[in-house]
């Protein structure tokens, strides 16, 4: 079955350490996406990337990074650099990045002690 | 900051009644997506309205696009327990079209 597997869907990191999330479609989507949602709020994008090797900020991108070496994986990693880095991350992919519906993964929960 | 503002925040709703959402935006977008989020779960695409005025229904919800493309609206007409969730709109803008701006979202809880 097509889609998009994100793992592990629940950390736990102490404060001061990195941690990546991973993302893997075989939708064979150009574009990837990682948002983050908090209680009660909705999906703020980290950043995004339309092509392999290419990737954009999104609107809260600090204490974030990314890669794209590969069309099917787009890993986030989040630094110690993020303040308030618990949160639920989700992962979403689209044929383009301007058109179209956005596939989700099932999310990452990730919990900072 | 946010720029697509969804109201209201939460509905409850007893089974067999109605629900609206509203969506606003500060500026015209160039098409609204609707999304469901089940509780625990992620969102999934309900449907995607580019023209101005548009209305699209889907069994029991109704879809529609402001004259002006600022806002939309979703309308589930009586509500089932399975509607229960939380429902973002989403607007591509017309000169920053690589990312979707989401709305702050609706949480519906219907009650048997």
């Known amino acids: 079955d097509g889609g998009i597997t994100q793992s592990p869907k629940y950390l736990f990191r102490k404060e001061g350490q990195n941690v990546t999330l991973s993302c893997e479609q075989n939708l064979n989507h150009d574009a990837m996406y990682w948002y983050r949602q908090d209680p009660g709020q909705g999906l703020r994008l980290i950043y995004y990337s339309q092509i392999v090797n290419d990737f954009q900020k999104g609107d809260i991108a600090e204490g974030y990074s990314v890669s794209r070496e590969k069309k099917e994986s787009f890993p986030l990693t989040v630094t110690s650099a993020q303040k308030n880095p618990t949160a639920f991350y989700l992962c979403?992919?689209?044929?383009?990045?301007?058109?179209?519906?956005?596939?989700f993964g099932e999310g990452s929960r990730l919990t900072v002690l | 900051g946010q720029q697509v503002m969804q109201i209201p925040q939460y509905q409850h709703v007893q089974e067999g009644e109605d629900f609206t959402t509203y969506c606003n935006s500060s500026?015209?977008?160039?098409?609204i997506q609707w999304y469901k989020q089940r509780p625990g779960g992620h969102p999934v695409f309900l449907i995607q309205?580019?023209?101005?005025?548009e209305v699209k229904k889907q069994k029991r919800l109704t879809f529609q696009f402001g004259e002006a493309k600022k806002n939309s609206s979703l309308h589930i007409t009586a509500t089932q327990t399975t509607d229960v969730g939380t429902y973002f709109c989403a607007g591509l803008r017309p000169y920053n079209t690589d990312k979707l701006i989401f709305g702050t979202g609706t949480r519906l809880q219907v009650f048997p």
């Open positions: 979403a992919s689209s044929w383009t990045a301007n058109t179209g519906e956005l596939f």
């Open positions: 500026t015209t977008l160039s098409n």
């Open positions: 309205l580019v023209k101005s005025g």
